[in-house]
């Protein structure tokens, strides 16, 4: 039997921390054997859908995502829909329509992003297990800002049916949760062939989990990184050598180019993936029918896509057009191959690549306000590679610093290779004494 | 990225903007494609596809069934004797 005591306190605690979008009104758990929540992109029968944008405003799906229902399938009560950046368009999930979620260990800091509101409520409500998404970090990062673990499995182990896409080539569906234990244990339920999406049905069965034994640090993994962040990435090292696990240090060459080219297919299928937002089929509908349909759709995009949602449609719909596509969009390709290669290379060696998940803790939203849109993107610059790469990884959090924010690192292991994150997260949870927010309702 | 162009890319993306926004993404992408210019020195490289893995065509067998009700799916839409409303095209 679950606690169910969770369900009445939900509006009070999403009061405090803006991390739901939508709440289940259900105040009574079941038989559900468990309460899971699911990021506002996920489709859903019984709650609106609006992937943080005003555009899609009162949209309800007549459908489950192929990853609710298989989470509701194995005994999970949805109890509410996560608060993200519109459409995945963040790095501080200060990018929504419908507020901004409270970092729980200090709520004058952002939660990250996109699945900002995931990773707060997976750090805030005991035993919560959140379905994250990630495109170029979006459950690590989160993850890592809130002091929670986090994984993204291979691109296509879950159908991304349902998903309302941001960048098809890069879309991937995990888990954020307080135990390391819930990483397998979801990842398991969600996975599998789902004809729905033919990008799941190579995959090859959940390789058996085996015991971290060697990882490879890139030589520049901790340049730029704050001094803080670089200091509890060198003491969680020297942690897991202690635990018998040999490191290397790598080079890898292609890394550096990987913000660029994962900026420029990201926003290239975000440009196309959002041209059906038109002010028909979804979300808002009512509009001036006199207009010419040019006119028309014209209008509702620009009322309800936000700043970003519009500066990221503007860069892709600009890295594809003729004269610039081979410079920008063919090339990023070409940069992704080099990079999955040279991953594959080092891992051939050991079991995972290593480095911190963020180059700095959660900042204050009075600094993210300051920030220009390269910087936002820049410091993406860890999460980036494994994501464009299609490449499995997990974050864990491995310290705090001087303000008791915590800080998160970052295992990468081959494609289709889980079984090594979720045996390193569950054996780093039993060394790693993590220091829970505390949560006053 | 100058401000025509701006304004072309987004005529093309359907998008009208005000003159603010002109300004603040003429200025932001102009530095964004700056930092793009990184990707002229990445090596070339071959046989790179859409997919980091592996994909291949997923076929059903050739029967007519209903996934989602008709229905269900007009239910959320603005119509009008079950004909989704929009704009004229003349």
Known sequence: ?441 | MDRETVEKVARSAHLKLTEEELETFSRDLSDILGYFALLDEAPDCENFGIDPIDVADVLRDDEPHMEIDPDKLLEGMDTYNNYVRGPRLL
């Open chain 1, 1 to 441: 039997m679950i606690e169910t005591s969770i369900l009445s306190s939900l509006s009070k605690i999403n009061e405090k921390y803006q991390m739901f979008r939508t709440i289940t009104s259900d105040t009574e758990a079941g038989d559900a054997e468990f309460l899971f929540s699911a990021k506002d992109n996920l489709t859903s029968k019984d709650m609106e859908t609006c992937s943080g944008s005003k555009i899609l405003e009162g949209y309800r799906p007549p459908f489950d995502a192929t990853s609710i229902a298989r989470m509701r399938g194995a005994g999970g009560l949805l109890v509410g829909k996560t608060n993200m950046d519109e459409f995945g368009f963040g790095t501080f999930s200060t990018n929504s329509a419908f507020g901004v979620p409270r970092n729980p260990y200090d709520p004058e800091r952002s939660c990250g992003g996109s699945s900002g509101g995931a990773a707060c409520a997976a750090a805030v409500m005991d035993g919560h297990v959140a379905i994250g998404v990630s495109t170029g970090g979006s459950i690590c990062c989160p993850a890592s800002f809130c002091g929670v673990y986090g994984i993204v499995p291979t691109y296509g182990r879950v159908s991304r049916y349902g998903l309302l896409d941001y960048g098809n080539s890069l879309d991937k569906i995990g888990i954020i949760s307080a135990k390391a234990s819930d990483l397998g244990k979801y990842v398991n339920i969600m996975a599998g062939a789902d004809p729905r999406d033919p990008t799941s049905c190579m995959q090859p069965d959940m390789g058996a989990r085996r015991k971290l034994k060697s990882v490879a640090v890139p030589k520049d993994a901790t340049e730029g990184v704050s001094e803080d962040v670089r200091m509890a990435f060198t003491d969680g090292l020297e942690t897991l050598e202690s635990l018998g696990v040999d490191v290397d240090t790598v080079e890898m060459p292609s890394l550096k180019y990987a913000i660029p080219a994962y900026y420029v297919i990201a926003t290239s299928e975000a440009s196309t993936n959002l041209a059906r937002y038109c002010g028909m089929r979804y979300g808002h509908q009512k509009g001036d029918l006199s207009l010419k349909f040019d006119d028309y759709f014209t209008s509702f995009r620009s009322q309800y896509f936000g700043q970003e949602a519009k500066r990221r449609i503007l860069l892709g719909t600009f890295t594809r057009m003729v004269g610039f596509r081979d410079r920008y969009y063919s090339k990023a390709r070409m940069v992704r191959q080099s990079i999955i290669g040279e991953y594959r290379s080092v891992l051939r060696e050991c079991d995972a690549v290593l480095t911190p998940t963020m180059p700095f803790v959660s900042p204050k939203f009075s600094d993210i306000s300051k920030m220009t849109p390269l910087e936002s993107y820049k410091a993406d610059i860890l999460t980036g590679p494994p994501n464009i790469a299609g490449m499995p990884h997990a974050s864990v959090p491995c310290g705090y610093d001087r303000n008791g924010m915590p800080i998160g690192m970052q295992l990468v292991a081959d494609q289709w290779d889980e079984g090594v994150l979720f045996s390193a997260a569950e054996e780093w949870e039993k060394t790693f004494e993590s220091v829970r927010p505390e949560v006053s309702i």
